[in-house]
C-alpha cells in the first residue's frame, strides 16, 4: 500500500471516497495505468500543463483517449492563444515530475483547474496524486468539488 499523501488526506476531509491504484514503474504511460488497472482507457484522466499569454498556466485534465484541442480550450475560455508546456517546463512550473503531475497535488498553488466535459458521464475517474506509480479512482463530482474544476470542452469528438 502506498504511503498516505497529501492528496489523499484533502479527499478524506473533503468527504470523498478514493481508490489507490499502486501500480509498479515500469508502467510509463496512461494505457499501461488503465490495464494494470483493469479500467477503459476513457477513464484515466492525464494533467496537461497549458500555456496562456498572460497569467498563470491551467491544469487541464483530459481523458489519456483523447487529444486536446487548444483552439476549442481557448474558445472556451475567451482566451487568444494557448500552447502546451514542454516537459522541463511543466515540471519547473508545477514541482511535479511529468506522469505524476496532478491537480489533487496542486490544489494549494491557486492553478485554474479545467476539467474536460466527457467525465461528467463517467462515475469516476483515475488521476494522479501528485507522484508517478500512483493513481486514485475518485468520484468525478468529488473531484471536482475537491479541485474547483471548471468544465469545459477540451478535446475533439471522436467522431469528428
Do not use: C, W
Amino acid at each position: 500500500m502506498a504511503k498516505k499523501t497529501q492528496p489523499m488526506r484533502i479527499l478524506e476531509g473533503a468527504g470523498v471516497p478514493y481508490d489507490v491504484i499502486d501500480f509498479p514503474e515500469e508502467v510509463h504511460d496512461a494505457a499501461g495505468v488503465a490495464e494494470f488497472a483493469g479500467e477503459p482507457l476513457s477513464h484515466v484522466y492525464k494533467t496537461l500543463v497549458v500555456v496562456r499569454e498572460q497569467g498563470k498556466p491551467l491544469l487541464v485534465m483530459v481523458a489519456a483517449d483523447k487529444t486536446l484541442n487548444l483552439k476549442k480550450l481557448a474558445a472556451a475560455l475567451g482566451e487568444k492563444k494557448l500552447r502546451m508546456a514542454k516537459h522541463a517546463e511543466a515540471e519547473r512550473l508545477t514541482g511535479l515530475k511529468v506522469g505524476g503531475i496532478g491537480a489533487l497535488a496542486l490544489i494549494h498553488k491557486s492553478f485554474a483547474v479545467l476539467l474536460d466535459r466527457p467525465a461528467l458521464d463517467l462515475p469516476y475517474v483515475l488521476v494522479s496524486p501528485g507522484q508517478r506509480g500512483l493513481n486514485l479512482r475518485v468520484p468525478v463530482q468529488g473531484l471536482i468539488e475537491v479541485t474547483g474544476a471548471q468544465v469545459v470542452e477540451a478535446t475533439d469528438d471522436p467522431e469528428a
